[in-house]
Structures are given as C-alpha cells and as structure tokens.
C-alpha cells in the first residue's frame, strides 16, 4: 500500500468539506494500484476490506456503512472525524448508533455532544 496514497485522503476529504462519497473500487484502487485492471473482480476478501477499514482508521477517517461492503461498486461515505465540520456530526451519530461510546461517555453524554454539535448548525431565526 502507497503510504503517499492514503496520507492524501484526509486533505482530499478536508477540502470536499469534510466528506466524500466513493465507491469502493476507489478505496481499492489505493490499497491495490493494479485493481482498476481487473475490473471482472467484483468483489474484495475480507482481508483486503479490514486492511481498508485500518488504513482509515489511521488516519481519522470514518465511514458509513460502518463495515466496508466487499462490492466494489457499492458506495460509501468518509468523513474526517475532526472538530469540526459534517464530518464530526456523522462521526458523534454512528458512535451513538453503534453503541461505540468514547472511554468513560455514557448514552447521555453521547446525546447532549451530538446534540450540542447539531445546535451549531441551526441558524438563529433573525
């Protein structure tokens, strides 16, 4: 895998405002070079998704589905899960979707982050 490669997506995703929607052949495409040239496959092993999976993990980039579909023609979301942004929204929703609290946050705490960081999007009627 092309550390180069990798290390880009999160500068490609910051400047997309904090998301992108790809499909999985392009996530593919970073892990294997080649895999555009072997467009019958349709399918990645499970190895190669959780390699995926790792190599955004690294990098604070989150996705949803929050298992990457083997398909290469399926489409996923990868947002930075940064401070801010839609990316930090998504990211605080799947956490609480996924029951994946952050060390010592309980539902409510959960709640009232989403809630709060929701709360800077709402325009205050003038």
Partial sequence: MSGTQWDNLPKLIELNDGFLEW???????????????????????????????????????????PQIPPDRTRRVLLYSQG?????????LAQQLATAQATEGASVDVQVRQLAIVLGMYVRIPE
């Fill in 83 to 91: 401070e801010r942004g839609p990316g930090i929204v998504l990211h």
């Fill in 23 to 65: 499909d999985v052949s392009r996530l593919l495409a970073l892990t294997e070079p080649r895999s555009q040239d072997r467009s019958i496959e349709r399918r990645a092993g499970a190895v190669i998704v959780k390699g995926i999976e790792r190599e955004l993990a690294d990098r604070h980039i989150g996705h949803l589905p």
